[in-house]
T-cell receptor, first 113, second 111 residues
């Protein structure tokens, strides 16, 4: 089975801190994604990557950056955390191709105080 | 732009059928998906359908696609308490190839 592992289940940070959310997948997938999930808004795409060292902006990239130095690892960075970035963050990976089936991690609930 | 809409909540009794509905706007969608999210977990792909199909059945799950009306539904037969979860509809945009998710429908199964 594909496993997508997010390093933290819960995080509490203070406004202005730099925050790193880590994600690792073990199935040699080409594509990786970061979403945030908010009640009533569903999932919104922040950034994605189709290859090592490659990144593309999603629908809500403002206030975020990403890093993909190795194929299996995709990091989401909040340069200066703000309270409106309190959310559930979900990482996903896929092999691509026709059906683009995403495999998700369990999520990181981030609270910014 | 592309948009996917779902009702927020559905309550059914154990043993009944559940029908979760979804509408989308992108007429060039290639694939449509149903994902399930159990409490405290990430999303898990339940099933998907290619846009040139109108029905797909997989055990207790039946997906119906009305491409003309841009309407997708998921029917769960003999609903069990373990089916209680949030169900997300998603479509793969024909132009962007990105997945667009709906807001999710919380299915509550009463014993």
């Amino acid at each position: 089975d594909v496993k997508v592992t997010q390093s933290s289940r819960y995080l509490v940070k203070r406004t202005g801190e730099k925050v790193f959310l880590e994600c690792v997948q073990d199935m040699d997938h080409e594509n990786m994604f970061w979403y945030r999930q908010d009640p009533g808004l569903g999932l919104r795409l922040i950034y994605f990557s189709y290859d090592v060292k490659m990144k593309e902006k999603g629908d809500i990239p403002e206030g975020y950056s990403v890093s993909r130095e190795k194929k299996e690892r995709f990091s989401l960075i909040l340069e200066s955390a703000s309270t409106n970035q309190t959310s559930m963050y979900l990482c996903a990976s896929s092999q691509g191709g026709g059906a683009e089936k995403l495999f998700f991690g369990s999520g990181t609930q981030l609270s910014v105080l | 732009g592309e948009d996917v809409e779902q009702s927020l909540f559905l309550s059914v009794r154990e043993g009944d059928s559940s029908v979760i509905n979804c509408t989308y706007t992108d007429s060039s969608s290639t694939y449509l998906y149903w994902y399930k999210q159990e409490p405290g977990a990430g999303l898990q792909l339940l099933t998907y359908i290619f846009s040139n199909m109108d029905m797909k059945q997989d055990q207790r799950l039946t997906v119906l696609l009305n491409k003309k009306d841009k309407h997708l539904s998921l029917r769960i037969a003999d609903t069990q308490t373990g089916d209680s979860a949030i169900y997300f509809c998603a479509e793969r945009g024909g132009a962007t190839n990105k997945l667009i998710f709906g807001t999710g429908t919380l299915l509550a199964v009463q014993p």
